[in-house]
Each structure stands twice: as C-alpha cells, then as structure tokens.
C-alpha cells in the first residue's frame, strides 16, 4: 500500500471518528424534548420553565460555538472537546439531582447546552478541514453532518425505551456513560496542534480578529447569519416541541420518539447528498431549496389529521433539509474566507443558528401555555422558513467549476 493510500485511508479515519462524536453529542441534545413531559410529570417544575431552560440551551449552544472554535483554533481541537465531554457528562449526571427550576436551568440550560456544543460542529468541522484536501471536503462536512442526524436515529427511540423501562433518572445516567466513549474518539478524530495541516494554502497572513472584522462587515455572510437564524428557529422547535404535539393529539409517547429517530435517519441521507451537491452545485441555490420544501412539508403537516402516519410522513419529507443545511453553510464561509479559521467563523453563524433555536424552544413552550397549542408557531415557522429561502439568492458565489470543490 502507498504513502499516499495509507494517508487518504487516514483521513477518512479521522473524518469517520468525527461524526461519532457529532452523532453521539447530537443525538443526547436534539433528544432532551423527550425529557419535558417525565420531569413535569414527577416534579413540581411546569412546562414552560423546562422549555426556558432548554431554549436557554439553545441560545448558549450556539453561543459556545465562536469560543469554542476560537479556542480550537489557538491551542488545538483536541484538548477543547475532552473539555467539553467532560462538562456534557456532568450536565447529564446533574438533572436528576437538582429537580428545581434552577438546577434544571445549570444542568440542561448550561452545562448540557455548553458541553454538546464544544463537542459539535464549528470545533469537528474546522479539525477536519484542516486536514483534508479540497476534493475531500463537500463529501467529509456531509459525512460529519449526517452523523450527526444519525444520533437523533439512534438515541431518540433509545431514551424513550430508557425512561419507560429504567425511569427518567435513571436514563440519564446512562446517556452519560454512553457519552464517555468519545474520549478514546476524540484522540482518533484530531491530531496535536503542531501537526502539518492544510492550512497554508488557505492563510492569507490575516490574523483572526481582522478576519472577523471583515466578515462581519460582508454582506454575503451576514445574510448566510439571517438564513441559519432560520434554520435554528425550525430545528429547536421541532426537537423540544414535536412530543408535545403527539401528546396534545392523543398519541402514544413512541409516535414521538420514532418521529425524532425519522427526521434523523432522513437527514443522514440529506446530509450525505447535500455534501456531494456542494461540489456540483452552487450553494445558495442548495440552501434555497432546501428551506422552500420546510415550508411545504409544514403547509401540507398543519392541513392534515393529527394521524401516526402523518407525523411519520412529515419526518420523513422535513428531516431530509433538518441539518442538511450544515455542509453547505460551512462551504459557502470556506469560499468566502478560507478554512483558517473555519472553526471560529462557522461558529459565529452557529451562534445566529442558536439565537433562533433560542426564539423557536421558548416561544413554543409559551405558546402551549397561552394558547393550548404550537398553531401560531407553524405559521412563524413557515413565515420564516420563505423568507430564508429568498434571501440566499443574492450571495455573491462563483459558479461551480469542475476543478472547483
């Protein structure tokens, strides 16, 4: 076997290793809706303070991203996601201990929220693309991404049979242990900040606080923020709020959880094809249609019977865009300022992503308590959802050229 082969074969590896991590912290944060009802339920906490806390975990999710990928880009991924497992795990191994409205808010709004979000995209995605030629990485964000919607597969059914069988409390603590196997895979998906990268070609010189300076005045990536506010808004809702629309339906629990593990699994396939497109198509014209079909997906949910098979069919046709809307986000700041610091400036569009999660996980739950359901919410959503659409379409992008990935 060649050098060359043996290399490739590499960092495929690390790709590989990578979204693990992304399914393993994705899957335990998109799935923490499925906790509200349990914990409501056994404590004296209401709905709307759980959704607090965990919209202020969609906000500080977010929030980290920037940080964390600033950090990452100084000192190295590596010692930046063992930071963050360790804070996950300790957010996880806290909830059932702190059953109040406060110590819900340090456990899931905090700690959860800041852990899993070390541990996501802007840290994983700016390791990897370090590393990688150009050619590798359309399909290595999609690979990544589609790990990441993969452990909404794995780990929403897993926790609904874990709160019915060992309790809520309980199937924490596993979700905890079962997030300590990315420590060995932390060490297989980066290498020490003093290993060669590919970084050269893309360094202009241009230190990083002007390089946040100037994207900030760019009007091509602040209308990237607007669209990926958009996509937050959606996805919080739909993770924190979707078993409460079975439950006000009528509908055994598992429609929700098998709903959640649906959207996931069409992502993989959303995430896997939107990582290829990225290198045939522009990417505008991708997020254009991939936030038009969210609003027919949701017009055809709302005017239809609150069935299983409704639920089912709607994951189905809104998980495929769910968090395909990643690979190419991350591409478009790629072409617009380089992979030098990926990490911190996806992360600056993450934490936009985040500030609509923010909006999207706290009004849904104030929603449900002023009006007894989430109707005014989908009509926002798909308000939301056009409007992202449109405004892709004037970033300035280069056509897509055959040596062009």
């Given at each position: 076997m060649s050098t060359t082969t043996q290399s490739h074969r590499s960092l495929w590896l690390m790709v590989c290793a990578g979204a693990i991590i992304l399914m393993i912290t994705m899957g335990v944060r998109n799935s923490l809706g499925l906790y509200i009802q349990p914990i409501s339920q056994s404590t004296s906490v209401n709905i709307a303070s759980i959704s607090l806390a965990l919209a202020v975990g969609q906000f500080l999710w977010g929030t980290i991203q920037p940080i964390a990928g600033a950090l990452a880009d100084r000192y190295g991924s590596r010692p930046i996601l063992l930071l963050g497992m360790a804070i996950l795990i300790s957010g996880l191994v806290l909830v059932p201990l702190w059953t109040n409205s406060f110590g819900l808010m340090v456990s899931l709004g905090v700690l959860s929220a800041i852990g899993s979000g070390i541990g996501s995209f802007s840290v994983l995605m700016g390791a990897v693309a370090q590393h990688i030629t150009p050619q590798m990485r359309g399909n290595a964000t999609g690979i990544l991404n589609a790990g990441g919607s993969f452990g909404q597969v794995v780990f929403s059914p897993l926790i609904q049979v874990l709160i019915k069988t060992v309790g809520w409390m309980q199937s924490l603590w596993v979700v905890a242990a079962i997030t300590l196997s990315t420590i060995p895979l932390i060490f297989a998906a980066t290498k020490p900040k003093s290993a060669p990268s590919a970084l050269a070609q893309d360094n202009s010189g241009i230190g990083l606080k002007q390089t946040v300076i100037n994207a900030l005045q760019n009007r091509d990536y602040l209308l990237l923020h607007l669209g990926f506010f958009t996509c937050g808004f959606h996805v919080a809702f739909l993770v924190t709020h979707l078993p409460g629309e079975v439950a006000i339906c009528g509908l055994n629990a598992k429609v929700a959880g098998w709903s959640l593990a649906i959207i996931g699994l069409a992502n993989v396939a959303g995430s896997l094809l939107a990582g290829r497109w990225v290198s045939r198509y522009?990417?505008?014209?991708?997020?254009?249609?991939?936030?038009?079909?969210?609003?027919?997906?949701?017009?055809?949910?709302?005017?239809?019977?609150?069935?299983?098979?409704?639920?089912?069919?709607?994951?189905?046709?809104?998980?495929?865009?769910?968090?395909?809307?990643?690979?190419?986000?991350?591409?478009?700041?790629?072409?617009?300022?380089?992979?030098?610091?990926?990490?911190?400036?996806?992360?600056?569009?993450?934490?936009?992503?985040?500030?609509?999660?923010?909006?999207?996980?706290?009004?849904?739950?104030?929603?449900?308590?002023?009006?007894?359901?989430?109707?005014?919410m989908w009509y926002a959503d798909m308000v939301l959802a056009a409007v992202a659409a449109l405004i892709h379409l004037p970033i300035r992008e280069a056509k897509i050229t055959p040596n062009h990935v």
């Open positions: 522009r990417s505008k014209y991708i997020l254009f249609w991939m936030y038009a079909i969210r609003v027919v997906f949701v017009l055809w949910f709302i005017n239809m019977p609150r069935e299983p098979w409704v639920f089912y069919v709607f994951a189905i046709g809104i998980g495929f865009t769910f968090l395909a809307t990643v690979p190419p986000t991350a591409t478009l700041v790629g072409k617009l300022f380089g992979i030098r610091y990926l990490a911190t400036l996806f992360g600056l569009t993450l934490f936009s992503h985040q500030i609509g999660g923010f909006l999207g996980a706290y009004l849904g739950g104030v929603s449900m308590v002023e009006f007894g359901d989430y109707r005014w």
